[in-house]
C-alpha cells in the first residue's frame, strides 16, 4: 500500500495568512492526488484532482502542485471558512489512502 | 441536485454485522462507482473498498476482506455496504461517496460527492 504522510499534523495561522500544507508519499505516484477539506461533523469536501486540478466552484485561493512523491496545498490569504482539517489522497493503486489529516487552526 | 443520502445511525453489539444503505439521486446511479471510506471518532479517513453499480463488480481493502460486502439495488438507485464480525474498533462514521473522473494525460478519480455518514457504534 502507498503511505501518505502528510506534515505538518496541526498549525495555527490568522485570516490573511498564506499556508502551505506537505503530503509525501511512499513511492512515485505520478500526479494522482486529490486533496479534501473536512469540517468538525461533516463529510469531506472535494477541492482538487490530479495535484493542481481545482475542483469547480472551489476559491482560486487553494492551489495545489507536485508530482511524483512530493505534493503541496497551499491556501495563498486564509479565511474564516477554511478553519478544518485538510487530507490528500492517492489513486494510484488500490487500495487508495489517505494522509493522516492536517488540522488548520486559528491563531 | 446530485446527493448520497445514507441510513440512520445504529448500534450493534460485537459479533453482529451492520448494512448500511446510500440512496443516490440527481445523477445515474450505474454511471458512477461509489466507494465507502469510514472514520472513526478523532481520526482519519479509512478506504474500504470501491463498487461499480452497473456490473456489481467490487474491491476490497485487504483490512476489510472477508467482513465486509458491497452491493446495490439499481431499481432504487441504493449502494449497500455490510460489514460483519464487528468489533468495538469498527464504531465510526461510514460514508459513502461517488467515484468522479477526469480525462488528461490519463484518467483521474476523486471523491466529488459525499453522503453525510452513517454513525455505527458497537458496543455490548
Known amino acids: 500500500d502507498i503511505q501518505m504522510t502528510q506534515s505538518p499534523s496541526s498549525l495555527s495561522a490568522s485570516v490573511g495568512d498564506r499556508v502551505t500544507i506537505t503530503c509525501r508519499a511512499s513511492?512515485?505516484?505520478?500526479?494522482?492526488l486529490n486533496w479534501y477539506q473536512q469540517k468538525p461533523g461533516k463529510a469531506p469536501k472535494f477541492l482538487i484532482y490530479?495535484?493542481?486540478s481545482l475542483q469547480s466552484g472551489v476559491p482560486s485561493r487553494f492551489s495545489g502542485s507536485g508530482s511524483g512523491t512530493d505534493f503541496t496545498l497551499t491556501i495563498s490569504s486564509l479565511q474564516p471558512e477554511d478553519f478544518a482539517t485538510y487530507y490528500c489522497q492517492q489513486y494510484y493503486s488500490t487500495p487508495w489512502t489517505f494522509g493522516q489529516g492536517t488540522k488548520v487552526e486559528i491563531k | 441536485q446530485v446527493q448520497l443520502v445514507q441510513s440512520g445511525a445504529d448500534v450493534k453489539k460485537p459479533g453482529a454485522s451492520v448494512k448500511i444503505s446510500c440512496k443516490a439521486s440527481?445523477?445515474?446511479?450505474?454511471?458512477?462507482?461509489i466507494i465507502w471510506v469510514r472514520q472513526a471518532t478523532g481520526q482519519g479517513l479509512e478506504w474500504m473498498g470501491w463498487?461499480?453499480?452497473?456490473?456489481?463488480?467490487?474491491g476490497y481493502a485487504q483490512n476489510f476482506q472477508g467482513r465486509v460486502t458491497m452491493t446495490r439495488n439499481t431499481s432504487i438507485s441504493t449502494a449497500y455496504m455490510e460489514l460483519s464480525s464487528l468489533r468495538s474498533e469498527d464504531t465510526a462514521v461510514y460514508f459513502c461517496?461517488?467515484?468522479?473522473?477526469?480525462?488528461?494525460?490519463?484518467?483521474?478519480?476523486?471523491?466529488?460527492?459525499w453522503g453525510k455518514g452513517t454513525t455505527v457504534t458497537v458496543s455490548s
Open positions: 463498487m461499480n453499480p452497473n456490473s456489481g463488480d467490487a
Open positions: 461517496a461517488r467515484v468522479g473522473s477526469s480525462y488528461y494525460e490519463g484518467y483521474h478519480y476523486y471523491m466529488d460527492v
Open positions: 490530479a495535484a493542481s
Open positions: 440527481g445523477y445515474t446511479f450505474t454511471s458512477y462507482d
Open positions: 513511492q512515485s505516484m505520478r500526479n494522482h
